[in-house]
């Protein structure tokens, strides 16, 4: 068998892995124990906690792990809401971090210089939904003064010129240290057609991007970390960074050196949350599948005329997986509507706000809560993780103090008009619903956890398609044991 023979039987063997999770509409339960397994981790984010740099978080829920994160070496702080993710088999290494502040476009800037970064690659819009997303931290080409000076760090950038494409922008800029008068051009791939908590519409233009990028020499090991972000630096971020490492290993190694799975629990210990949906975690199986035969190894060109299956076309989205009598997950609110939990009173900038008003302080709030997800069992889905965006929707309904200043279950003592037995006997009827709610979301978790046994019992087997399949399927065996483990 040729070299190319058992690399396309090898492909076969994963997008039959591929095909078994759609079959069984897994992809919410594998995302799901990723999402708990990590929920375990120990790592610390002290340092994002100080009271000096708590207002540089764009979410309180999203902080930089102190083992990986970047420290900066000069300027006001040494902070900045960024780590540095590494996958050692592929030799790739990624700084991941949250779309810079109004007050942090310097710290952001000085980080790209110190680590001697040759590319930033932004994956979201400065304004999506009507909420700024991200501060306009680069020059326009259409600007009066194409240079931007941030004194706090002696930085100055300027820009230089740029290539459009539909699904995303090149730019060439100019960086330069006020202090040594050292210049060097930077570029910025900006992608911008990827919404927020989504996914591209298919892998194609994604892989020409990440074409682009490779081409550009900006992920190579004789340069500096490429600088990845989006709004909170954990979702399309932890999505591109997960694409690009299994290609790599995939080239290198064959497509059995890849565990999917593994790999994103490796980059997870490094920043937290990386992948926030199902969605996305089936987006990057398909741009995966469909890349490792668009970008074989020693040959990165996006050919659009080759047979491929786009797996992403054929399953569309995790939605479409869901029966008619299925009650599909509500979606996530938008970030602003979270106020209550604002650790700071500074206003929230409106979409056209792109200066440095917010400077003394950025409008700290937390991501949504992610749709509800099958549990594996009765305790899991009890558990808290430490994160806030990590949190489901549909909890039960809490027993803290309201709004109003006094416990949802509160006992009051008796009435003395005809208004107050009235608002007792309403707050009643709520006490019941909540209970009566209580009482489904139970029965609902019981539920879920018996369709899980039976899930896991059939999904995770053994293969039995031949002797390819075989290694497959000893891969899906250890998938499932791992499962089977939490």
Not at 266 to 277: A, F, N, P, V
Not at 307 to 327: A, F, K
Not at 349 to 358: A, H
Request: net charge negative.
């Amino acid at each position: 068998m040729t070299d190319q023979e058992t690399h396309d039987t090898a492909i076969s063997n994963v997008e039959t892995e591929f095909q078994e999770i759609n079959s069984k509409r897994a992809w919410a339960v594998i995302y799901h124990h990723i999402r708990n397994e990590c929920g375990n981790y120990k790592y610390t984010c002290d340092e994002s906690k100080k009271p000096q740099n708590r207002t540089l978080n764009r979410y309180r829920d999203v902080a930089p792990y102190d083992h990986t994160r970047i420290i900066l070496n000069r300027g006001p702080c040494d902070y900045i809401n960024a780590n540095l993710v590494q996958v050692e088999r592929a030799h790739r290494q990624y700084i991941l971090t949250q779309g810079p502040l109004p007050a942090t476009a310097g710290h952001f800037w000085l980080m790209v210089w110190e680590q001697n970064t040759k590319a930033v690659l932004m994956l979201n819009k400065v304004i999506e939904k009507n909420q700024v997303k991200c501060h306009q931290y680069w020059p326009m080409e259409n600007s009066s003064d194409p240079a931007m000076i941030f004194s706090d760090v002696n930085i100055k950038v300027e820009y230089v010129s740029k290539t459009e494409s539909s699904d995303y922008t090149i730019r060439t800029l100019c960086i330069t240290d006020i202090e040594t008068n050292e210049s060097r051009e930077i570029l910025h791939f900006h992608y911008t057609t990827w919404p927020d908590f989504g996914v591209p519409e298919s892998p194609t233009a994604f892989l020409r991007f990440l074409v682009d990028i490779r081409q550009s020499g900006a992920l190579d090991q004789n340069v500096g970390p490429p600088v990845v972000h989006c709004s909170a630096g954990i979702g399309r971020s932890g999505t591109f960074c997960l694409v690009d490492a299994c290609l790599v290993l995939i080239e290198e190694n064959g497509i059995n050196s890849v565990n999917v799975r593994e790999v994103l629990m490796e980059m997870r210990k490094s920043r937290m949350g990386l992948i926030q949906t199902p969605d996305q975690l089936l987006f990057s199986y398909a741009a995966i599948i469909q890349g490792a035969k668009q970008l074989p190894s020693n040959n990165v060109n996006v050919n659009n005329d080759v047979s491929v299956t786009n797996h992403y076309d054929v399953v569309n989205n995790i939605h479409s997986l869901i029966e008619e009598d299925d009650e599909p997950p509500p979606l996530p609110p938008p970030r602003g509507e979270s106020l209550s939990q604002r650790m700071t009173s500074e206003p929230i900038p409106s979409p056209t706000e792109n200066n440095d008003d917010n400077a003394n302080g950025p409008p700290d709030k937390p991501l949504p809560r992610e749709p509800p997800l099958p549990s594996t069992s009765p305790t899991n889905s009890m558990l808290n993780t430490n994160h806030v965006h990590e949190k489901s929707s549909d909890s039960i309904p809490s027993t803290e103090t309201g709004n109003e200043g006094r416990n949802s279950f509160q006992t009051t003592s008796p009435p003395s008009s005809p208004d107050a037995k009235n608002e007792v006997r309403q707050r009643h009827r709520e006490k019941q619903e909540r209970l009566s709610a209580q009482v489904r979301e139970i029965k609902r978790r019981q539920k879920e956890t018996e369709d899980w046994q039976k899930l896991k019992r059939s999904l995770f087997k053994p293969l039995t398609i031949g002797i390819g399949a075989a290694i497959v399927g000893g891969g899906l065996i250890a998938l499932g044991y791992v499962y089977m483990r939490g």
